[in-house]
Nanobody, 127 residues
Framework: QLQLVESGGGLAQPGGSLRLSCAAS????????IGWFRQAPGKEREGVSC????????MYADSVKGRFTISEDNAKNTVYLQMNSLKPEDTAVYYC????????????????????WGKGTLVTVSS
């Protein structure tokens, strides 16, 4: 069964940190672009950060640049999103997705449909 499973969400205080994980089963990330997306209540889903397994290129939304870092552990077939200096506006359900042979720009801009989506993990930033 091909699936993505997110973990690591939870409650954090403003200024705090969380690390999200996206683990793939049933397929390898090789040649895939993997992205983190988020959707807050009443808002559209938006691209947060994306990474291309083929060339290591990355992309970040302006709102998270300098605070979030995306990385990949090929041995574990897992992609991480380290989130630092969290703000209340980061509160959302975070999803990971994978698409074969695409650029991080097209991935994060949701230009194409995704091959795989996870079910999401909730991140709440509140004091």
């Amino acid at each position: 069964q091909l699936q993505l499973v997110e973990s690591g969400g939870g409650l954090a205080q403003p200024g705090g940190s969380l690390r999200l994980s996206c683990a793939a089963s049933g397929f390898r990330f090789d040649y895939y672009a993997i992205g983190w997306f988020r959707q807050a209540p009443g808002k559209e889903r938006e691209g947060v950060s994306c990474i291309n397994s083929s060339d290591g290129s990355t992309m970040y939304a302006d709102s998270v640049k300098g605070r979030f870092t995306i990385s990949e552990d090929n041995a574990k077939n897992t992609v991480y999103l380290q989130m630092n200096s969290l703000k209340p506006e980061d509160t959302a359900v975070y999803y990971c997705a994978a698409r074969l042979r695409t650029t991080v720009q097209d991935m994060c801009n949701l230009k194409w449909g995704m091959d795989h989506w996870g079910k999401g993990t909730l991140v709440t930033v509140s004091s």
